[in-house]
């Protein structure tokens, strides 16, 4: 499967497009780094993890046998025109079409503010979902430097207005006094890389949506990120938990890809296994 046009899309072209697929995962790059509090992304970052995960010299299958280069399973979409005022709102619209289409989405950012927007619109379609989170840093911030929108407070605005059911993390390894209180004010499930023999599962199968901040790897693994935290997973670890979930993933997101801080683009190579991954959990049969 080939790259689209790399043009970036206005929201009208984005919604037509979701409309004539008939693909089961729309993939859709988010370029936005707005909402960063300390480096931005070179243009086009989430673009070329596509690039990466649908080159055509690449393996198209997920482990699970899932066929990535079959068009009646995923379709690239474009990247949505952002950096804009109305960016939060154009992301929970595009969210919003791809589940009432019947499709799945899987969303490549952009900085994880986005996740916020995209449960807007998840919520607005078809209502809460458990939310499974993998992060060096909880993202619970009530505001940082003076944004609530902060990429380091999506999961806070998410869980004061209801657009989850529940939030499970994993790799986290930054807990500060106020995170820590944020966690037991909204009751996360969260998983410190100190503990990882406490760590449990989701107890109830059911449909799910993942969000995959690329910081929660260990930087040998992905130095192309903003915030270098050492002592995270591997990409193995990840791939196990991810399969492990007991219910089925009907959304997800893999974001905070900084290709200037990237070496030889192992950074997005390994974002495009998470993304193939991600789709090839969407595709399976319900567990």
């Not at 936005?32 to 198209?60: C, D, F, K, V, Y």
């Not at 952009?110 to 919520?123: E, K, L, Q, R, W």
């Not at 911030?141 to 993390?169: K, M, T």
């Not at 996360?188 to 929660?216: F, K, N, T």
Request: charged share 20%.
């Amino acid at each position: 499967m080939s790259l689209a046009s790399s043009e970036l899309l206005g929201l009208d072209e984005a919604l037509a497009r979701i409309a004539a697929s008939s693909a089961r995962v729309l993939l859709i790059a988010l370029p936005t780094s707005r909402n960063a509090s300390h480096l931005r992304a070179e243009p086009g970052a989430p673009q070329r993890i596509a690039q990466a995960l649908l080159r055509e010299e690449g393996n198209p299958y997920a482990e699970n046998g899932a066929d990535l280069s079959d068009r009646r399973n995923i379709e690239y979409i474009g990247a949505l025109a952002l950096e804009c005022e109305d960016e939060f709102e154009r992301i929970k619209q595009v969210a919003e079409a791809v589940v009432r289409a019947g499709r799945m989405p899987l969303f490549l950012g952009g900085d994880h503010s986005v996740t916020y927007p995209i449960m807007a619109g998840i919520h607005a379609a078809r209502g809460s979902l458990p939310l499974v989170h993998f992060d060096a840093h909880p993202d619970l911030y009530d505001e940082l430097l003076g944004n609530r929108l902060s990429h380091a407070s999506p999961f806070a605005r998410i869980l004061e207005n209801g657009l989850a059911s529940e939030l499970w993390q994993y790799g986290i390894r930054t807990l500060n006094p106020h995170q820590r209180e944020q966690v037991r004010r909204f009751g996360v499930r969260c998983h410190e890389m100190r503990d990882p023999a406490h760590w449990s599962l989701p107890a109830q199968p059911g449909p799910c949506y993942v969000s995959i901040d690329l910081d929660a790897l260990d930087p040998a693994f992905a130095p192309g990120v903003a915030h270098h935290e050492p002592g995270g997973l591997s990409v193995r670890q990840l791939l196990d938990l991810l399969n492990r979930l007991p219910g089925t993933v009907v959304g997800a997101d893999v974001v905070e890809y900084l290709p200037q801080r990237d070496v030889g683009e192992i950074t997005a190579v390994v974002a495009a296994k998470l993304a193939r991954e991600l789709a090839g959990a969407m595709l399976e049969p319900a567990r």
